[in-house]
């Protein structure tokens, strides 16, 4: 599998290039946690409110909407919270949406198939 995860801007926004399966992996573990927001218990990472999921969510759509079939590499623009709150902070919450999948994929029915894809990708970008 390609694991492709670059840093190109490192402000606010924050621009990443991110493989297009990062990001559908990303989106699939979002949508989860957008839809099941209690069940999954989500909000006690990091005190995380569920507008920030929503937002999150948005912008990882919004990229994926824009991006051709053909295209193996998205390019991702996430902000950064100027204030330092670290749940709003949209970089840390791809890492956290990331470890939920990698975490508790493999009991969620919705995300299970994928959980060692998930894993991977988490193992690659926050060793």
């Not at 290039?17 to 218990?41: C, K, P, Q, W």
């Not at 005190?47 to 909407?65: G, I, K, N, W």
């Not at 998205?74 to 939920?100: C, I, T």
């Amino acid at each position: 599998m390609n694991v492709n995860f670059r840093i190109i801007v490192d402000e606010n926004p924050i621009q990443l290039e991110v493989g297009r399966n990062v990001l559908d992996m990303t989106i699939r573990i979002s949508s989860y946690i957008h839809n099941n927001f209690e069940a999954s218990d989500f909000f006690t990472i990091g005190h995380t409110r569920q507008y920030v999921v929503t937002q999150f969510l948005e912008v990882l759509q919004e990229a994926m909407s824009i991006t051709r079939v053909e295209d193996d590499k998205v390019l991702l623009s996430l902000k950064r919270d100027l204030l330092g709150n670290y749940d709003r902070d949209q970089y840390h919450m791809l890492e956290r949406v990331l470890w939920y999948g990698c975490n508790f994929g493999d009991d969620i029915p919705e995300l299970e198939p994928y959980h060692d894809e998930i894993f991977e990708i988490y193992d690659a970008y926050f060793p």
